[in-house]
């Protein structure tokens, strides 16, 4: 399945898209903000960072059976800096435990798939795609 999002701004992209991904196991207009999950990632350049970022949330989903509503990022980091420093992001998931009996769940997300990941400068703001495997 693929997966894209349209943002103003990177942080808003990335965080589009992992809505994206939780929309696609979990009705997110029956997920209320009751709780709080950290993820971090980091990679050396912004598609990997994008993979990598979309890999924590669905370890948060499938691990912790986590449902997301909305996304803060505290750090986004997304200009190269020298020495090879990765790219890294830092955000919060605000959401609830998957409950069968109050949530629809359409499906499961398996993996993130390695190709078809982009992300590109479009129409004044940022595109990202990714693939994910169900």
Known sequence: MELW????????AFGRIALALFAAVVDPASVEEREVREVRAHGPGLPLLLRRWLEECLYVHEVEGFGCRSIEFAVFDGAPRGGGEPLRLHAFLRGEPIDPARHHVKGAVRAIGSGGLAVEAH????????????
Do not use: I
């Open 5 to 12: 999002a349209e943002g103003d701004t990177l942080p808003d």
């Open 123 to 134: 129409g004044g703001g940022f595109r990202v795609r990714a693939t994910a495997d169900l």
